[in-house]
């Protein structure tokens, strides 16, 4: 098993342009979740997904949009990019409501 | 959301126990305490989970007050890799619609191992 694989490893933007930050699983996991990191700060939850096309805010939802329209796949779209979401992404998976999270590597995006 | 308190940093000597406490006052019946740990920019770790019970696995034990308003990871013996962040989370309880899936973590603990 690969476990939780997000692409790319690390993206420049310029201000106002839009990327989709990709993540899948091959663990069949229902539960899938996207964070932020700012430096030296703790983990930020975006949005969530309890299953294919169900969908949640978490915390910091503005200027992001998700789709969950398989179980392996959980993109994440930056539509106008802002120096404000210069951040390392992390996307998550879990079994079951209990389980423990498995996260990916991250993604390093840096908005100039 | 049951929220949890972590002192924000903590320092252990290399080869002894490092205790980290959680307080999580507001915890609910129903929600587990989990714990995880990142080191440098890695993705976080999962370490250890419970919900009343103590609880034990090869790299740390749990341990929850009677009351579960708070609990203490035990690194039984801390080595300079075990410096790290450490998470104490709390499965936000059931409110409906697909919050039961919600998981929030806080600003954590930073641990440093000293020789």
């Known amino acids: 098993n690969a476990g939780v694989t997000q692409t790319p490893k690390f993206r420049i933007l310029k201000i106002g342009q839009s990327m989709t930050l990709q993540c899948t699983q091959d663990?069949?996991?229902?539960?899938m979740y996207w964070y932020r990191q700012d430096p030296g700060m703790g983990l930020k939850l975006i949005y969530y997904?309890?299953?294919?096309?169900?969908?949640d805010k978490g915390e910091v939802p503005n200027g992001y949009n998700v789709s969950r329209s398989t179980t392996e796949d959980f993109p994440l779209r930056l539509e106008l990019a802002a120096p404000s979401q210069t951040s390392v992404y992390f996307c998550?998976?879990?079994?079951?409501?209990?389980?423990?999270?498995?996260f990916g590597n991250g993604t390093r995006l840096t908005v100039t | 959301d049951a929220k949890t308190t972590q002192p924000p940093s903590m320092d252990c000597a290399e080869g002894r126990a490092a205790n980290l406490p959680c307080n999580h006052s507001t915890i609910s019946g129903n929600e587990y305490v989990y714990w995880y740990r990142q080191i440098h920019s890695q993705g976080p770790q999962y370490i250890i989970h419970g919900l009343k019970n103590n609880e034990t696995n090869e790299m740390a034990s749990l341990i929850i007050t009677e009351d579960r308003k708070s609990s203490t990871l035990i690194l039984p013996h801390a080595t300079l890799r075990d410096t790290a962040v450490y998470y104490c989370?709390?499965?936000?309880?059931?409110?409906?619609?697909?919050?039961?899936?919600?998981?929030?973590f806080g600003q954590g603990t930073i641990l440093t191992v000293h020789p």
């Open positions: 663990m069949n996991h229902n539960y």
């Open positions: 997904s309890v299953g294919a096309g169900i969908t």
């Open positions: 998550a998976s879990r079994d079951r409501v209990g389980s423990p999270l498995h």
């Open positions: 989370i709390v499965r936000v309880a059931n409110a409906g619609g697909t919050s039961y899936g919600k998981l929030t």
